[in-house]
């Protein structure tokens, strides 16, 4: 089978992009062909060399670096399908499928997707509308309430409320009647806790609500719950399944607990700092309450229309063990030291398998939509 790695990306995960899509490629089944293809910060998509393929999947600690090859510049092609699914130059060629490891803005949000779906290729991992809703946390709250699964208390502010001096002093009044210092900000649609904060006080919560408009324009404002941290992986197509293909089915792994050493878990905490967290899985927990976190983790990938995988994770306050689902990740990371494959691997489902059951999925997914109706 031929293989579009797609990777890097113009988010601020571009870097995480380059290891996580270097471990997946080394983990890809040998019988299959990968196609490197970078995406820039600028977003220029550049296939890259079987050199460069080679040397990542040689070297377990090594990740892809970009090459800038104006001769290699790739562009996708809408209606190419798998025959004229990219174009270099005047020529075209295929793939079978595409395997997107773009994490952030223009790589888990649905912008990609769409592209994905215009070329019609089958690709890995959530649709448009899931992606899209999933990138959105307060989108991702509101209908997870809805569903009647309990989401951490906040406050949704958006850039125009900044104009209006009066409107912005209530959401600060009402940040602090309502939820009480500690207060956790954080844009809505940003990853690796780009742009997030921990305000103590006014002042501090000042300072983070500008800090967190300068990725996104819209923010929440949340209870910061002291918190144990708990995710759990997620993969099915529940959406589609008939029963006919076992990796349809809607599967979770863990959860697992991370223990971060710093104020939270944070963007150091999880890329640079290797003594930044500590990773248990499973977590340490009663069956009973690891059951109810599969099962809840499920329940919450069904409400939104998920396909392919997620991580979902989770609080439980220390205070009083009120368990809290906090945001569903359409993309997580794929590093050698991520949880989302780590969980997999502790329950069964080695790295490798896990590409080939994700790759199956999108295969399987594309299919029967392929079969619906579109026109008269």
Known sequence: MKIALVYGGKSGEHEISLVSAAAVARNIAPEHEI????????????????????????????????EEDDSKEVLPVPAGGTERTFKIGNDFFGVDIV????????????????????????????????????????????????????????LCMRRSDLADWQRYDEFLENAQNELGFPLFVKPCSAGSSDGASLAKDLQHLNGAIMEAFLWDDKILIEKAIDAREIECSVTGNPTTD?????????????????????????????YNDPNGAELLIPANLVEEKLQEIRTIAKRAYTALDLSGLSRVDFFIDRKDGTLYLNEINSMPG???????????????????????????????????TRELCTSR
């Open 334 to 368: 794929f590093t050698q030291i991520s949880m989302f494959p780590k969980m997999c691997e502790k329950f069964n489902l080695n790295f490798q398998d896990l590409t080939t059951l994700l790759m199956n999925e999108a295969l399987k997914r594309f299919k029967k």
């Open 242 to 270: 008939d029963g006919s293909a076992d990796f349809e089915a809607t599967t979770a792994y863990g959860p697992g607990e991370i223990a971060p050493k710093h104020d939270f878990y944070d963007y150091d905490a999880k």
């Open 35 to 66: 196609f490197p293809i970078a995406i820039t910060k600028s977003g220029r998509w550049f296939l890259q060399s079987n050199d460069e393929l080679e040397k990542v999947k040689s070297d377990n600690k090594a990740h892809f670096k970009i």
């Open 99 to 154: 395997f997107p490891v773009l994490h952030g803005t223009f790589g888990e949000d649905g912008t990609i997707q769409g592209l994905f779906e215009m070329v019609d290729v089958p690709y890995v991992g959530c649709g448009v509308c899931a992606s899209a809703i999933t990138m959105d946390k307060e989108k991702t709250k509101s209908l997870l309430a809805q569903a009647g699964i309990p989401v951490v208390p906040g």
